[in-house]
């Protein structure tokens, strides 16, 4: 509302409208920690560096490096649906509406106030019985000299970035955690044709016992040695059962369903017996291994979420330092207000009836018992204290990516032995067996041989299951295809579109 009446602002004003202008924020700039970062990582050399490695990336969903329809399918779904998830998101929203109220402290308040009051006065003997009727706006404005409004809009800021950091790493913890589940229950999968196979094949051994048996060439205890190999592979392929389960329920509470409503089909068993390569091949999942690169240690700051999130939390506690250190300047108020206050409701909007005011008003605290003083040393304590939450968070990934590194290059060596371990065990175990029914050798050694080798085939399958684990481990240690440029990028992005509403 303007008034024709209102005096120009004075020469004094002017001068604190440059002030205004001129106004710095108190507190350290943010810089951010340095770290010792190496130029690369201990494990550089294995098997999985090739000349043209698996593309990870946001434009390439990791999941999709391991060419398995279905997991895509569960992960998408999770994606949706996960109720982690949802948290992340919702917290995400959170500290979205609280940077927005930061900045709000840059405008000034206004207020419209109505009314009407019925009064009477008693003067010198004379009773007077009146109406007075007031419109009128008021605002007030605390100008931000200091820069306390602005350290709280850089802390705000920061905190959106940290838990918009948080919800991607939300992202990729469901997902990694569903693709293990998912391919440790296609190692079960595998175990469980195994063990089908090996059942199958007991049970011909121990008919073969019980025909020599009745024929009179072998003793009881051949048929009981028998009967004992067969029903332990059956309890073992039992408990299969059992870690199967497990695995599939948690896929269902990750995609956001109850147990109940959810089965993943088996893998489709292969008529022929295992083979030391069928074992210890990701083709016989039908999905395959894939090759990640790991780049170098300096690319870790940018790839992985939670390093941005405890990145983008120093900033906040930084700023907040400037904030705590504010409350040591003088509070500047200015406030003004204008309306009408009349006598009648008829005459309110005439000339006469029109009221304003201007006023500024300066506070200092003077003393108060050291508090100023600890907030500071509070906001300095939580600024240090997320400095080597950051450091830690730092030196966490490079284990983690180190760990994976080394796993699979181990892994990769350990399979190969394993396989030819499994090619070993198949053929004692085959000899045996002929040896047996040529009446040379006892039914112990037999069992010998099948134990080994049945023990044998099942670690070359594990083993298979901890590369797949580690894969995904390692891709999840160098961020998933995650970038904290592009993410930045498309946050600021998605602050800039035009905003609507709806009811």
């Given at each position: 509302m303007v008034f024709s009446d209102v005096p120009p602002l004075p020469r004094a004003a002017l001068a604190l409208a440059a002030l205004l202008l001129a106004g710095c924020a108190v507190g350290p700039d943010y810089v951010r920690p340095q770290l010792d970062v190496p130029a690369a990582f201990k494990e550089t050399g294995g098997p999985w560096k090739t000349a043209a490695p698996q593309t990870i990336d946001a434009d390439h969903p990791w999941w999709d490096a391991f060419g398995d329809s279905t997991l895509s399918a569960l992960i998408?779904?999770?994606?949706?649906?996960?109720?982690n998830i949802r948290v992340a998101e919702a917290q995400y929203r959170q500290a979205q509406a609280l940077a927005a109220a930061a900045r709000a402290g840059f405008f000034p308040t206004v207020g419209l106030n109505a009314g009407a009051t019925r009064s009477q006065t008693n003067?010198?003997?004379?009773?007077?019985?009146?109406?007075?009727?007031t419109l009128g706006l008021a605002a007030s404005w605390e100008p931000d000299i200091w820069g306390a409004v602005r350290r709280s809009v850089e802390a705000g800021n920061a905190g959106v970035q940290a838990s918009a950091d948080d919800l991607a790493g939300a992202r990729l913890s469901i997902q990694t955690t569903l693709a293990q589940d998912?391919?440790?229950?296609?190692?079960?999968?595998?175990?469980?044709?195994?063990?089908?196979?090996t059942t199958a094949a007991y049970a011909k051994a121990l008919e073969l016992t019980q025909h020599q048996y009745a024929?009179?060439?072998?003793?009881?205890?051949?048929?009981?040695l028998a009967e004992s190999q067969l029903k332990t592979a059956q309890a073992q392929a039992?408990?299969?059962?059992?870690?199967?389960s497990q695995l599939e329920h948690a896929i269902a509470v990750l995609t956001g369903q109850a147990p109940a409503s959810f089965s993943l089909a088996p893998l489709e068993s292969s008529s022929n017996p295992p083979t030391a390569e069928s074992l210890s091949s990701a083709a016989a999942l039908h999905l395959q291994l894939p090759v990640t690169p790991a780049g170098l240690p300096s690319e870790l700051l940018e790839r992985r979420p939670d390093i941005a999130g405890a990145e983008r939390r120093v900033q906040a506690a930084n700023a907040n330092i400037g904030v705590a250190k504010a409350a040591y300047y003088p509070q500047i108020v200015l406030s003004a207000s204008g309306g009408f206050s009349a006598a009648t409701l008829g005459t309110l909007f005439n000339t006469p009836s029109r009221v304003w005011s201007l006023g500024a008003a300066l506070a200092q605290t003077v003393f108060d018992g050291g508090l100023r003083k600890a907030h500071t040393d509070q906001a300095v304590a939580a600024y240090d204290a997320s400095v080597a939450q950051y450091k830690q968070t730092v030196l966490a990934g490079f284990q983690q990516v180190e760990d994976n590194l080394a796993t699979l290059r181990v892994l990769d060596n350990e399979s190969a032995l394993q396989a030819d371990?499994?090619?070993?065990?198949?053929?004692?175990?085959?000899?045996?067996?002929?040896?047996?029914?040529?009446?040379?050798?006892?039914?112990?050694?037999v069992v010998t041989a099948q134990t080994l080798s049945l023990t044998n085939?099942?670690?070359?399958?594990?083993?298979?299951?901890?590369?797949?684990?580690?894969s995904v481990s390692l891709i999840a240690a160098t961020g998933g295809g995650w970038n904290a440029a592009a993410a930045a990028a498309a946050a600021t992005a998605a602050d800039a579109a035009p905003k609507t509403s709806g009811n």
């Amino acid at each position: 509302m303007v008034f024709s009446d209102v005096p120009p602002l004075p020469r004094a004003a002017l001068a604190l409208a440059a002030l205004l202008l001129a106004g710095c924020a108190v507190g350290p700039d943010y810089v951010r920690p340095q770290l010792d970062v190496p130029a690369a990582f201990k494990e550089t050399g294995g098997p999985w560096k090739t000349a043209a490695p698996q593309t990870i990336d946001a434009d390439h969903p990791w999941w999709d490096a391991f060419g398995d329809s279905t997991l895509s399918a569960l992960i998408v779904q999770a994606n949706a649906a996960n109720q982690n998830i949802r948290v992340a998101e919702a917290q995400y929203r959170q500290a979205q509406a609280l940077a927005a109220a930061a900045r709000a402290g840059f405008f000034p308040t206004v207020g419209l106030n109505a009314g009407a009051t019925r009064s009477q006065t008693n003067n010198t003997g004379t009773v007077k019985l009146g109406t007075t009727d007031t419109l009128g706006l008021a605002a007030s404005w605390e100008p931000d000299i200091w820069g306390a409004v602005r350290r709280s809009v850089e802390a705000g800021n920061a905190g959106v970035q940290a838990s918009a950091d948080d919800l991607a790493g939300a992202r990729l913890s469901i997902q990694t955690t569903l693709a293990q589940d998912y391919l440790q229950i296609r190692v079960i999968d595998l175990q469980r044709n195994l063990y089908a196979s090996t059942t199958a094949a007991y049970a011909k051994a121990l008919e073969l016992t019980q025909h020599q048996y009745a024929a009179g060439t072998v003793l009881r205890s051949d048929v009981a040695l028998a009967e004992s190999q067969l029903k332990t592979a059956q309890a073992q392929a039992v408990d299969l059962e059992a870690q199967r389960s497990q695995l599939e329920h948690a896929i269902a509470v990750l995609t956001g369903q109850a147990p109940a409503s959810f089965s993943l089909a088996p893998l489709e068993s292969s008529s022929n017996p295992p083979t030391a390569e069928s074992l210890s091949s990701a083709a016989a999942l039908h999905l395959q291994l894939p090759v990640t690169p790991a780049g170098l240690p300096s690319e870790l700051l940018e790839r992985r979420p939670d390093i941005a999130g405890a990145e983008r939390r120093v900033q906040a506690a930084n700023a907040n330092i400037g904030v705590a250190k504010a409350a040591y300047y003088p509070q500047i108020v200015l406030s003004a207000s204008g309306g009408f206050s009349a006598a009648t409701l008829g005459t309110l909007f005439n000339t006469p009836s029109r009221v304003w005011s201007l006023g500024a008003a300066l506070a200092q605290t003077v003393f108060d018992g050291g508090l100023r003083k600890a907030h500071t040393d509070q906001a300095v304590a939580a600024y240090d204290a997320s400095v080597a939450q950051y450091k830690q968070t730092v030196l966490a990934g490079f284990q983690q990516v180190e760990d994976n590194l080394a796993t699979l290059r181990v892994l990769d060596n350990e399979s190969a032995l394993q396989a030819d371990a499994v090619r070993a065990a198949q053929l004692a175990e085959r000899m045996a067996l002929s040896q047996y029914r040529a009446g040379t050798a006892t039914y112990l050694s037999v069992v010998t041989a099948q134990t080994l080798s049945l023990t044998n085939q099942r670690t070359a399958a594990q083993v298979l299951g901890r590369q797949l684990a580690a894969s995904v481990s390692l891709i999840a240690a160098t961020g998933g295809g995650w970038n904290a440029a592009a993410a930045a990028a498309a946050a600021t992005a998605a602050d800039a579109a035009p905003k609507t509403s709806g009811n």
